[in-house]
């Protein structure tokens, strides 16, 4: 069994309470805290930065953050995520105009770097950066907002991407994000996916924990 990682978005939260909704979703089960950064620019909504970031650490949230950029430019922001507690950066190619600088500067401060693709963005982007990225996020919906429903044809992209990942020989996460719900994670890992993003099918779940339960109980049995 490969080893599956679960990662609510925070998006779907309740943000009037969020260091105690996000301890909630951990206790519940959740791995790494999935953190969507939208900034009404490159994607079409405009949600938190580095301080919320910081504040969760703060609060005693020290699960993984996966930092989700959807912001342009990406650079200057790096540094504050960093400081801010993050530890995987990810970031869409069409958002910046250096990507293997965006990269660098990821590394420099230490955190892990990923790239991200939108539905339509082609994979060729991965052909001069595979290795140095530990992420590859698949996009399963048009980045933006939670809620909405999977895109069918990412099971050939992350079919692909897992070729290409078992090919280089790296340890990178294939991470998917968007529309994931208990009745379609089965198919997405089986697809290839190690990593998986669920914002609306856990945080607007009655029970959370019996919501990240039964993704375990289906993943277990791949
Ligand atoms: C969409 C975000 C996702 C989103 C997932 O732009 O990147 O992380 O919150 O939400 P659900 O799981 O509700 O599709
Ligand atoms: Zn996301």
Redesign the pocket.
């Given at each position: 069994m490969r080893d599956y990682k679960i990662a609510p978005?925070i998006?779907?939260a309740d943000f009037s309470r969020l260091g105690e909704d996000v301890q909630n979703v951990i206790e519940a089960g959740a791995d790494f805290i999935?953190f969507?950064v939208?900034d009404n620019h490159y994607?079409p909504?405009l949600t938190f930065g580095p301080l919320v970031c910081s504040a969760l650490r703060s609060f005693g949230i020290d699960n993984i953050i996966d930092v989700?950029l959807?912001i342009k430019p990406v650079d200057r922001i790096i540094p504050e995520f960093a400081k801010a507690g993050a530890n995987y950066i990810t970031f869409h190619p069409e958002a910046t105009d250096h990507i293997d600088r965006t990269i660098s500067h990821i590394l420099e401060q230490k955190c892990k770097p990923g790239i991200v693709f939108n539905p339509a963005t082609p994979l060729t982007y991965l052909e001069h950066c595979i290795d140095k990225v530990d992420m590859i996020l698949l996009?399963?919906?048009?980045?933006?907002?939670?809620?909405?429903k999977?895109i069918e044809s990412t099971y050939v992209k992350i079919k692909k991407v897992r070729e290409i990942i078992d090919k280089s020989g790296r340890e990178i996460r294939l991470e998917v994000?968007?529309?994931?719900?208990l009745d379609n994670i089965e198919k997405v890992a089986r697809a290839g996916a190690d990593t998986f993003?669920?914002?609306?099918?856990?945080?607007?779940s009655e029970d959370y924990t019996a919501t990240i339960s039964k993704m375990r109980s289906i993943l277990s049995k791949i």
């Open positions: 978005s998006l779907s999935h969507d939208m994607v909504n989700h959807m996009m399963s919906v048009n980045p933006g907002f939670p809620g909405q999977f994000d968007g529309g994931i719900n993003v669920a914002g609306s099918a856990i945080f607007n």
